[in-house]
């Protein structure tokens, strides 16, 4: 119980609540990323770092973070997708934020679904290389590739903000243009946006946003992304209501420092901060 500097505690009620989901067989590339949830806890450790965030906020005295755990993965993709909202589903029906560690960036479609089915149609502020919109991938519409495109599909977003991404394709865009997502490509990125969103807030963190110097345990090297400080001072920036959020796509087997799971425990971490920080100020 050391993960994210000491703040995880065991209790009946709570404001945050762990969840791994180790899974990547939706990843197009490389497997690994199921290994993400362990290595971002071992990489969070008390004995690393302790549990104030930036803004202010002393993540193990100001709040109740408790570990759900790893989902079990067993069965075919439906049975997976539907695991994953349930799991998801008894946090938000606690009343909590869930905090889902993945994982490929599949598993947002369900999470987000479950998030969905809680607060209504999200906006949604997704960093990532990549715009994740294909309409399939090697023919699987389910692929790490697809998730986003499935959810504008299904109506699960009233908007799609996308940060980071530097490798988009015709498709993308055209798919893009045709939702009405709004992106904010690495080459028009200076000076940094202050996004605000109105409706609940659905926060999806794909690590390879981040340049690979930062972030190198990613299946997908896509150098020119941001700096682990613009991310955060994004997070920081933005105006809104988080009620959810994810942090994907950690593959321990090309992170041998261990520097992208700590990247991914310290982004989580000052992403509860800001909720914090955002509701003392109500
Ligand atoms: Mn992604």
Redesign the pocket.
Known sequence: MNQFGGCVRQSETFDFALLGIPYDEKSSFLKGTSGGPAAVRKHSSVEMINAWTELGINLEEDCVVVDHGDLVIEGDYGQVSKNIQNGVKTILDAGAVPVVLGG??SV?YPVVRAAASAYGPLDIL?F???P?LYDELYGDPFS??C??RRILEEGLAASLVQVGIRAFTGEHRKTAEKFGVRWVEMKDIPPLPELAFARPLYV?I?M??LDPAFAPGVSHYEPGGLTTRQLIQIIHRLRGDIICFDV??VNPERDESGITAAAAGKLAMEVMGKILYERRKK
């Open positions: 490929d960036h947002s997704h990532d290389a990549h994740d790490h590739a998730p986003f999806s794909d390879d946003s994907v796509e």
